[in-house]
């Protein structure tokens, strides 16, 4: 009986010890087997995986650099804060696209139309640069004909593109503004508003009063009326060196002004404009507006 036991035991050890030998070697081939597996939780090796991961990295980053959130849109705008922003967004005030925005933390692509008390904004820092023009360069972005244009002298002055506010002829000197904000740029150029400009003029001869008593009076030039605020002659000056004070922007038209009453402009000269002046600033050179300076332009 202990025989049999024993044998018996012995047979199921011996059978034991071949599934041993199955398990074992099914293990060691599909042990020998994993670096070639197409199973979904194939790992390769480090670095490949490091690889692997740069370009979804960079497709995301791309993709959150085309959009911006709202109150930051609004912040860049030189509005207000983010902050300020978030509650101004919360009562409505800003527009994407025609459609009131509530919603915090709502994102906006640069190409979209964002409004902000119904005014259209910009992401950009807005950027005001003001310029006392030399004579000889023209106001204009280029030219095709090579001369030279008054964004030569500006070029360093913003990383962002801003453009002259309305034009002084190649001959003409004096005070030009450039700036990137748009509203601001149609308010300073736009009639309705009468922004002020003084020019010094020096004439080719003397100016007689009689023509002085007419052109400080409403006349007729080219079939349009012509408003001049103020003209005078300048105090301790030669009667051919005038100041004008003009709020109209029609083109040339100090130059023409004096023209229609016979005498030719031989020197012209922006020396104040929208308030902004010559001060310490040196023919050919600019400067950053100051805070107040764009405050006092937000005001007109």
Not at 38 to 67: A, C, L, V, Y
């Amino acid at each position: 009986m202990t025989a049999k036991n024993n044998s018996s035991r012995g047979r199921q050890s011996g059978a034991d010890k071949k599934q041993t030998k199955k398990e074992d070697s099914s293990s060691q081939k599909s042990k020998s087997s994993f670096g070639k597996s197409k199973d979904k939780n194939f790992r390769p090796h480090p670095q490949k995986i490091k690889n692997f991961k740069k370009k979804p990295s960079d497709t995301t980053q791309k993709s959150d650099s085309d959009e911006i959130r709202l109150n930051k849109y609004i912040a860049n705008s030189g509005i207000c804060s983010r902050r300020e922003a978030d509650t101004y967004i919360k009562t409505g005030s800003a527009t994407v696209n025609g459609k009131i925005i509530t919603e915090m933390g709502y994102k906006v692509k640069l190409t979209d139309e964002v409004r902000f008390d119904d005014a259209l904004i910009s992401p950009e820092a807005k950027r005001y640069v003001l310029l006392n023009k030399p004579k000889n360069y023209i106001t204009t972005m280029d030219d095709e004909n090579g001369r030279k244009t008054v964004m030569e002298l500006i070029n360093n002055a913003a990383k962002e593109r801003i453009y002259p506010v309305g034009r002084l002829d190649r001959l003409t000197t004096g005070l030009l503004l450039f700036t990137n904000d748009g509203e601001m740029a149609k308010k300073l150029t736009h009639p309705k508003h009468q922004v002020k400009k003084l020019y010094h003029v020096h004439l080719d001869k003397k100016l007689s009063m009689s023509d002085l008593t007419k052109i400080s009076e409403n006349f007729v030039l080219d079939g349009k009326m012509v408003f001049v605020d103020n003209v005078s002659y300048i105090e301790n000056k030669p009667k051919n060196e005038i100041g004008i004070e003009i709020h109209s922007g029609r083109n040339r038209i100090v130059r023409r002004i004096f023209e229609h009453f016979g005498y030719k402009v031989t020197k012209l000269d922006r020396v104040i404009f929208a308030g902004l002046t010559k001060k310490n600033l040196s023919r050919g050179v600019w400067r950053h507006l100051t805070q107040q300076e764009v405050n006092n332009l937000k005001m007109i």
